[in-house]
């Protein structure tokens, strides 16, 4: 690959100046371009404060805290070149604004080989971090395969007595459930490494790798194949989601979401109704409850599902959201789950 600047005066073009690298390598890197504005992003990327309006003091707290995890992103990630571009710094950084179709900060940009990969708006901390593992290009831990004689060759690796479990990993390159669920990926690589080997391919990489999908009959991603002595013994489709995933089809049950937050008045009045319902409809129906502020790939729920108000229940029947309803009214709530039960409810 062309060196950082040469990357660089090729995808910034008329930006002036190009950063000088930090470290040079042959080996493709991964390049965050995080735009944002003077004042507000530039210290999650430089670890300076800058004048500005200045928040109320527990946002203020917040977005220090978080302002310092991309700091120490940046630095410890040794394989990923973080490049800031203020949007508001000159007219051509607002040009390239306009060019990118960038209309909200912060905004991150993952480019690699000189192709964007990947973009978010945003998000924190949390997410970002995972965005960066799955886009990043070497984490020892986690075997990146790049073709099918890459595949073969670790299978053969682990074959006979003593062999480890192998599990791949098969996602693309723009795949939302593939990028949320990689640091489990990463986190179970280092754990499990006495007897577990993962691997990761990303099927749109290439041809060999878009044939050895259709081989495997792999057609929803993220797709994991446990491969013993050789042989595919099992998979598992999907990035979380067991709990929808087990009650799905014929005999399945209602699954009943309460969506809330941590400091909600209203989620906590509700919830010991919940309980009791757990209880007594246990044979038709399954509770479960999410707080959209425990972390950014809850939030990310949240945002996908419309949930605007807490506490908001959702009805999920064979994989589907069939109903919802927003509010803390026990009669109404009771009322809604019998309902989406099939069963005729008369006010």
Known sequence: MASTAAFLSTTYTGLGATPTPASKSKKARLFLAPAGRRGAVRAAVSGTEQAGPAPASGEKAKKKGSDERVVQLSRTCGDVDFLLVMGDESEATRELCRREGITAVPHFSFYKGAEKVHEEEGIGPDQLAGDVLYYGDHHSAVVQLHSRGDVEALISEHRGEGGKLV??????????????????????????????????????????????????????????????????????????????????????????????LKRCGPCVKVYPTVVKLSRTMADTTVFARMNGDENDSCMEFLRDMDVVEVPTFLFIKDGDIVGRYVGSGRGELVGEILRYNGVRVTY
């Open 167 to 260: 599990v791949l990993d098969v996602g693309l390159k723009r795949c939302g459930p593939c990028v949320k669920v990689y640091p489990t990926v990463v986190k179970l690589s280092r754990t499990m490494a006495d007897t577990t080997v993962f691997a990761r391919m990303n099927g749109d990489e290439n041809d060999s790798c878009m044939e050895f999908l259709r081989d495997m009959d792999v057609v929803e991603v993220p797709t994991f194949l446990f491969i013993k002595d050789g042989d595919i013994v099992g998979r598992y489709v999907g990035s979380g989601g067991a709990l929808i995933s087990e009650h799905r089809g014929e005999g399945g049950k209602l699954v009943v979401l309460d969506v809330g």
